[in-house]
């Protein structure tokens, strides 16, 4: 395994739709091998392979707080969402200075694949919906800026 480097801001790479995964081979084990290990080194919910130059539809996410509850999702597409909805704030490693408010599902059911190709299903809720359509939205293009409904300032929690 090893580091990738992840890319910010600016990079057209973060904006380009991103091709579906075909080959379930060795190199791609490596890359979502390594797309874990560099999430997990900077401390991230989830990572998207457009974030390390892959221009392909394979997401990680773990939101556990022990790095125990890794999920990889390849070419995945939420197949429900639930009318309820969660405000909450939102960062992405690759725009490391963003920090801001939004609105997304409480709950999401979506569908993938495995690393070796195998389809599954999976309900999540809360901060794992959250990371889901998040990453999600990285395969098409679609990054924080474009989205944040509020800039998140540290001084509206002063005093609590
Ligand atoms: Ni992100």
């Not at 992840?6 to 379930?24: A, H, Y």
Request: aromatic share 8%; charged share 30%.
């Amino acid at each position: 395994m090893a580091l990738r480097r992840i890319v910010t801001d600016g990079d057209p790479v973060l904006l380009k739709k991103c091709k579906p995964v075909e080959k379930f081979d060795s190199r791609f084990h490596e890359l979502l091998d390594d797309m874990a290990e560099t999430m997990y080194a900077a401390d991230g919910l989830g990572l998207a392979a457009p974030q390390v130059g892959i221009i392909r539809r394979a997401v990680v996410i773990d939101v556990s707080e022990d790095h125990t509850g890794l999920v990889e999702l390849v070419n995945p597409e939420i197949i429900s969402r639930s009318d309820e909805t969660q405000y909450g704030t939102e960062g992405c490693l690759s725009f490391p200075e963003m920090y801001g408010y939004v609105t997304r599902p409480k709950t999401v059911k979506f569908r993938a694949q495995d690393r070796n190709g195998n389809v599954y299903e999976k309900e999540v809720s809360d901060l794992f919906a959250r990371a889901v359509c998040h990453e999600l939205d990285h395969l098409d293009g679609t990054v924080l800026p474009s989205y944040i409904e509020k800039p998140y300032e540290p001084e509206e929690n002063a005093g609590e």
